[in-house]
């Protein structure tokens, strides 16, 4: 690893990280609390991102301004690309707007989708598309879902509707199997100033979207089973995605450590560089990693947070090498 790591290259890996992470805590969540525990954690963490971002989204953006309908599946339309996910915006009306999630699914990578039940799906949009007219102070609004990819369609797929009249909470989420949306036209979709963005900005919008979801979900899980329960089925979560994710990092980042403390320390400074914080590597049998501060848990997460998150790192050297061990003390990290 002698030569350095571009902050692009860091970006990426950092993103496919929590890409991942994010998956396997919605996997394992599911797998080992049963599918409608996995459907509340996700109904939770989408319920939070609308929370903090929607309406924020909306005037940044610059759509505050457009019919409920049309801002909300807008908004999904921008949001998704600045974060590297393709969605299709079609609007119909001032008070239909359809939105489509196409294959292969972001949130859902790979064969994950094979294992993710309906009922998380559904909690999904349950969370965030069904509660955007509560966000906006419509009543009225709601949404259609006509196809889930989890379900084996070919997408996820549906429509705001604003009704003519308001919404009981039942009604906000509403099905209809034998409605299809119309084909996508980009000369009606807006555009981004991402298009103009060079690849090092993207990469970076890229990390800090996939981060969000993990950081969100990890707050949500402990609030919703306890710190104890959360850190014993999170944090196994954890590990096997660090364990399993390791190569492709280094592909992506373009290195070739040696499998010794000092090849495993210098891979850890690399991603934790791609969070913010610059590091220090010292020592030869037993390797310390300084950090120059902390890198993904936010002020005021519980410390179990934190916990869970440092499994991610045992997973990955368990891969670089089973027999090394790691002992964190704030940010003095030491690999043997």
Sequence with gaps: MDTPVSDERRWRAVAELYHAFFTGIVLGASMRLGAQTGAE??????????EQKFLAGLDKLGIADEPPAVAAAKYHYLSNQIGGVEVEFMPESDRKAWIRYGTPRWAWEGTA????PPEVSVAMLRGW?????????NPRLGFVCTKQAVDGDSALEGYYYEYDED?????RLRFDRTADAPDFDATRAPVLPTTTW???RLAKAHRNYAMTYPQTALGAAID???PERAVGVLGIVAKQVGMQLYPSLLAIMGVAPERTPHGAALVFGELLAGHGPGYTVSGADDVVLELEGPAFVSDGA???TETIW???FDGLLATHHHRLGLQRDGLRWTIR
């Design 198 to 200: 060079p690849r090092e």
């Design 129 to 137: 598309h069904a509660r955007n007219g509560v966000s906006l102070g």
């Design 167 to 171: 919404l009981e909470p039942h009604q």
């Design 224 to 226: 919703l089973w306890g």
């Design 41 to 50: 954690l996700v109904f939770e963490v989408f319920s939070r991102q609308r």
């Design 113 to 116: 989708l094979c294992g993710i």
């Design 302 to 304: 519980h410390p179990a």
């Design 310 to 312: 440092a499994r991610l």
